[in-house]
């Protein structure tokens, strides 16, 4: 599976590909960020954010994209610019009929380091470990997209066989219900 991990924001949108499935080592195909300068206008600056996403999607072509859920944090400042830049983020997706999943900040943190109260230097140690990197990606958005994708690649997946095992136990049960109202 290859994941599209976007850690949105107005300046910096941090993106980030992996490739793997669980059990098995998962990879970096790339890591970036798109940048827009607080000068320009808003429209502009999620234009620039949606061209950059669409370049991303057409040169990894990933299975599915993980962004991160916006939440309220202490800098309230930065949540409109950030919920515009996730809205950009799932509409790109969506237009191309990706699987789209949405990953808390805490669940990111739980899943990569094991603990949901990680700080950035736990979460960022993980990274370079889980992808046997040298050296952590700058700036950490750009650390961040990679630790959403890896989020999802381990949880999606299980999520993926979850649903397709109840899936599989409803038809089942369908199919057996069918058979006793023939006899």
């Keep these: 599976m290859r994941v599209l ?13 992996v ?11 790339d890591v970036g960020v798109i940048r827009t300068s607080s000068d320009l206008p808003v ?14 999607l057409d040169e990894h072509r990933p299975d599915a994209v993980a962004v991160e859920r916006v939440f309220a944090r202490s800098d309230s400042s930065t949540i409109m610019g950030t919920a515009q830049a996730s809205g950009i983020a799932l509409v790109v ?3 191309r009929g990706l699987p789209i999943a949405m990953h808390t900040p805490s669940e990111v943190k739980a899943a990569v ?17 889980i992808l046997r990197l040298t050296e952590l990606p700058k700036p950490a958005d750009a650390a961040d ?6 989020t999802h690649v381990w949880r999606g997946s299980a999520s993926n066989r979850l649903e397709a095992a109840v899936a599989q136990q409803q038809a089942l049960a369908k199919a057996q219900k069918q058979k006793m109202r023939t006899r």
Aim: proline residues 3%.
């Design 113 to 129: 380091s094991g603990n949901g109260r990680a700080d950035k230097a736990q979460v960022g140690a993980m990274v370079v470990r």
């Design 43 to 56: 429209a502009e600056r999620l234009v620039t954010i949606e061209k950059g996403l669409d370049a991303w």
């Design 19 to 29: 490739d793997g499935s669980v059990g098995r080592p998962l990879s970096m195909v």
């Design 93 to 95: 997706a969506a237009r």
């Design 5 to 17: 991990g976007i850690d949105p924001g107005l300046t910096r949108c941090g993106v980030g590909v």
């Design 145 to 150: 997209a990679l630790a959403l994708a890896i």
